[in-house]
């Protein structure tokens, strides 16, 4: 089995036993909680990947689909139309790998082809029996993340007995039935899924907890970024402090990926958990 601190994506490996990855969000979307509506327009997108790439970013995550508490869903056609020219003009200009923030097998296959190198699926597989057949054929890279339910529902009451129990038991039963369904392991990463169905007691267990996902022997990613648990401990300003010591207290606790907004900020703080002994070598 390849070691937790490499990611196989179909033509590379991804390493990081120096410091954390940082993962660039870019939303072409009009609703996202963080940057909705700012980047629609796909030069407009083309010009902020280029932009975070040159600001540090090792991946790109690229999303057509809010998943902010409460959205709806969209229907394929809609958030391909979002996507697609974006990659299409990204073709040749990033060194890095990009992510399509989907959970639709019909996306999946169309920006893969596309030049997409990871499907980052925020339903473990659940809302499309056919995603992890794409993803096996075109051997991408996977993020299986944790949610309670749908966006639109999802924080709705949610309710747990033990948050991190529940949530590294429902990632290995998923990453088994992954497996099952032809995606190979080393491919695969995991994410808790932090606000995805959970309240503020629950992420901060689930961020105390963090050492508890080891077992699972895949690198870990966190979307801490700007989340509204973060704001309700630390306040809206200056938001990118809390942001960076969540970041910080994660990878001392084994966290490999973390995908961000503030990609300069991020960057600057990886360094440093590098540079403090960390790296980002979950084991």
Known sequence: MMQAHAWQLKTRILHWQERPLVMGVLNV?????????QYLDPEAALDRALELEAQGADLLDIGGESTRPGAELISAEVELSRILPVLRRLQGRLKIPLSVDTWKSSVATTTLKEGAEIINDISAGRWDPLLWQTIAQHRAGYVLMHALDQPATMQKKPTYIDTSSEVVDFLSKFLARAEENGLALESIICDPGFGFGKTLTHNLELLRDLEAFRVLRRPILVGLSRKSFIKLIGG?????ISNELAHIWAAARGAAIWRVHDVPAAWRTARLAGAFGRGANAT
Do not use: A, R
Request: proline content about 14%; aromatic content about 8%; hydrophobic content about 15%.
């Open 236 to 240: 809206s300003e200056p938001l990118e």
């Open 29 to 37: 979307t009009p609703d996202s909680f963080s940057d909705g509506g």
